[in-house]
């Protein structure tokens, strides 16, 4: 099947996110709007991951887990797993790398850890959008050692990116690198090329994934991500224009 794949999302536990892009509001908009594979990466945090994994499984799309990363170097980098307990490892990993700053609501908001049906489990009082004592190369390393996809997020925008940070792309083994517009405007060194909606709001969701080609049987999480990580690496997929 020709499936739209949406890897880059955020949910309420991002501060700054939407405390109406709960996971299951997430899974939801993403079904009614076409998309069949869909990726939870909070800042920081694989922490709704769990009520994310429950909500796709009641609307049947495929759950894919992971976090956005803040490096060392103020970039923004996508870890992705098919597997949720590789993501809830790294999400441990990430968290003993997060400096501890009080995250400050009359500032910039909750972070809340919800369960599938909303029920706020409880907040998260450390600040996710602190940078992790982890550089860009060390992301990387870590992410495809424990085989997961490694994606640099929006290289082409004005913060937080390579572009921004770096100026350049390094020579690192990243899986792909996400982009908001094609032509990106910077050497991608022949590097695999995706996008994702980047969803902090409802309006955000679905609105920018990419296409590729699944199994029509395809349904187990690491079925699918295998498939997407090996169309990635073949570019052997379809970015909107």
């Known amino acids: 099947m020709n499936a739209a794949v949406d890897l880059h999302n955020h949910s309420c536990l991002s501060p700054c996110g939407s405390l109406e892009n709960s996971p299951s509001a997430l899974a ?7 998309v069949s594979v869909l990726a939870l990466t909070d800042h920081n945090s694989t ?28 970039v923004h980098v996508l870890s ?34 919800v369960d599938a049906n909303e029920t706020i489990l409880e907040f ?9 004592d982890l550089s860009l190369d060390d992301i990387a390393r870590r992410t495809i050692e424990r085989g997961g996809l490694c994606i640099p997020a929006h290289i082409d925008r004005p913060m937080n990116s390579i572009h921004s940070q770096l100026g350049f792309v ?6 792909a690198l996400e982009v908001t517009r094609v032509p990106p405007g910077l050497d991608t060194r022949g590097l695999p090329l995706v996008c994702s909606s980047d969803a902090h709001y409802p ?39």
């Open 170 to 175: 390094p020579d690192t083994p990243f899986s």
């Open 47 to 74: 922490r709704n991951c769990p009520a994310f994994a429950e909500a796709c499984n009641r609307v049947s799309i495929i759950p894919l887990f992971g976090a956005e990363a803040t490096t060392t170097e103020e």
């Open 80 to 113: 992705i797993f098919g597997s949720l307990q590789a993501a809830l490892e790294w999400g441990e990993l990430l968290y003993a790398h997060l400096p501890d700053i009080r995250n400050d609501p009359d500032l910039v908001g909750d972070q809340p850890v």
């Open 28 to 34: 939801r908009i993403a079904a009614e709007r076409g």
């Open 203 to 241: 309006d955000d969701i679905a609105r920018r994934p990419f296409r590729l080609k699944l199994e029509p049987d395809t349904s187990a999480s690491e079925h699918a991500f295998s498939q997407i990580a090996a169309a990635i690496a073949a570019h052997a997929v379809t970015l909107p224009m």
């Open 124 to 132: 998260e009082d450390r600040f996710l959008l602190s940078a992790v």
